[in-house]
Each structure stands twice: as C-alpha cells, then as structure tokens.
C-alpha cells in the first residue's frame, strides 16, 4: 500500500500561536508533496509544492512567510502556520507522490483540520 | 491558466440509473487526467486516470481534446457511489508535477 498520514488530525489555538502539521509517507519515499487547502463545501486549493532537500514552491497568493513548509526528508513534510488568525482556520490536505511512480498519483492523507480562536 | 471546472456541485439520481459527471479542462499542452473520489469520512483516492483507460468500479472516462473533456460515466449506478467526485489535472511547472482540482460533484445515489 501506500499510506500518508498527517498529525494532528484536528487542533485549535489562540489566535497568534503558531501550529505545526506534519505529513509522513508512512511505507514509500515522496520527493515530492503537496499541501492543499480545503474549505467548507469548497474544493482542494494547491497552496505548494514541497521538494526533498529545497525550498517550497508556493501557488500565487500564498504567504510564504504565513505558511512555512520544511521537506527534511523522503518520508516527512510539515507546514507551520505561524502568527495563525481565525481566517487561517480551514482544512489543510496533504499528499506525497512515490519517489519511483509511472503512474503519476498521488496518496493524501487524512486531512488536519485548523480552527484558529 | 491552468483550470478544471466541473459545473455541477450535485447531482441526485436513482440506483440503475446512468451517471455522468462532467469535467472540463483548460490547458495549453498535453493534459493528464485524473478522476478523485471521497467517500464519506475517507481520504481522498484515486478512481481512475485517462492514460491507463481503465474501468474502475464500472466508471469509465474518456479524454475529448477536441471539447477539452474528462466526464465520468457508469451506466447504473449504485448506492456505494455515492461519494464526491473531484476531476484533477496534472501538469508540470517549475519542473514539477502538480496536480489540481476542480470543485467537485457530489453524487448522491437513491436507492
């Protein structure tokens, strides 16, 4: 199989803290992940693009300085929303690409629900 | 720019009825294409891609270049279907892969 877990599944903090989310391939290397978000009855939004070893891509509009993406490993991604406030709250999806894929797909994990207070 | 517009945010039908979900796409060069399921409380997975022209589940999708198309069809549906469909596009930037997605359709099966 291949599984991509995130951590936490849900959090909520004060407004102005800061909240890391991690992403893990559980059973495969991803060079690559991606982090979206998700909001109500919305559909997935590309926030970046996260490369093993190298800075993040980031999709236009997206604060780099908001949301801090460190790809340190094959296997762990994590996206720190720093200084979070109530409009950073939403539904942050990621998914890992196989180091060696043919096929293209993606893997998602679980999704990690923000709720900024 | 690169989009995927799927018009329809739900579509309700009975079982044994026929389904298709529409996906249009807009893309200067050569697509690949993608058909996204989220079953309730799931994470979201993989139906089926144009490339591997495959039947997963009894959906089928063809890529129409001429119309810019990827619309999903089953020709009965099932209760098990329902689920919300999300058709992503696949193209490279920056030298990478990324994937979008449209705004999905739920589908709501009746039985």
């Known amino acids: 199989g291949a599984v991509v877990s995130q951590h936490p599944s849900w959090v909520i903090c004060k407004s102005g803290t800061s909240v890391k989310i991690e992403c893990r391939s559980l059973?495969?290397?991803?060079?690559?992940m991606f982090w979206y978000r998700q909001f109500p009855k919305q559909s997935l939004m590309l926030m970046a693009t996260?490369?093993?070893?190298?800075?993040?891509?980031?999709e236009q509009g997206v604060e780099k300085d908001k949301f801090l993406i460190n790809h340190a490993s094959l296997t762990l991604s994590t996206l720190t929303v720093t200084s979070a406030h109530p409009e950073d709250s939403s539904f942050y999806i990621c998914?890992?690409?196989?180091?060696?894929?043919?096929?293209?797909?993606?893997?998602f994990g679980e999704g990690s629900r923000l709720t900024v207070l | 720019a690169q989009r995927v517009t799927q018009p329809e945010k739900l579509l309700s039908v009975f079982k044994g009825a026929p389904v298709e979900l529409k996906c249009n796409y807009s893309?200067?060069?050569?697509?690949?294409l993608f058909w996204y399921v989220q079953y309730s409380r799931q994470r979201l997975q993989l139906l089926l891609r144009?490339?591997s022209r495959e039947s997963i589940k009894g959906f089928t999708a063809d890529l129409n270049k001429g119309e810019t198309s990827f619309h999903l069809k089953k020709p009965f549906a099932q209760e098990e279907d329902s689920a919300m469909y999300y058709c992503?596009?696949?193209?490279?930037?920056?030298?990478?892969?990324?994937?979008?997605f449209g705004t999905g359709t739920r589908l709501q099966v009746f039985p």
């Open positions: 998914s890992a690409r196989k180091r060696i894929s043919n096929t293209g797909e993606l893997f």
């Open positions: 059973d495969f290397q991803a060079t690559t």
């Open positions: 996260s490369n093993e070893g190298s800075k993040a891509t980031y």
């Open positions: 893309y200067s060069g050569s697509p690949e």
């Open positions: 144009h490339i």
């Open positions: 992503a596009l696949s193209f490279r930037s920056y030298n990478t892969d990324k994937l979008i």
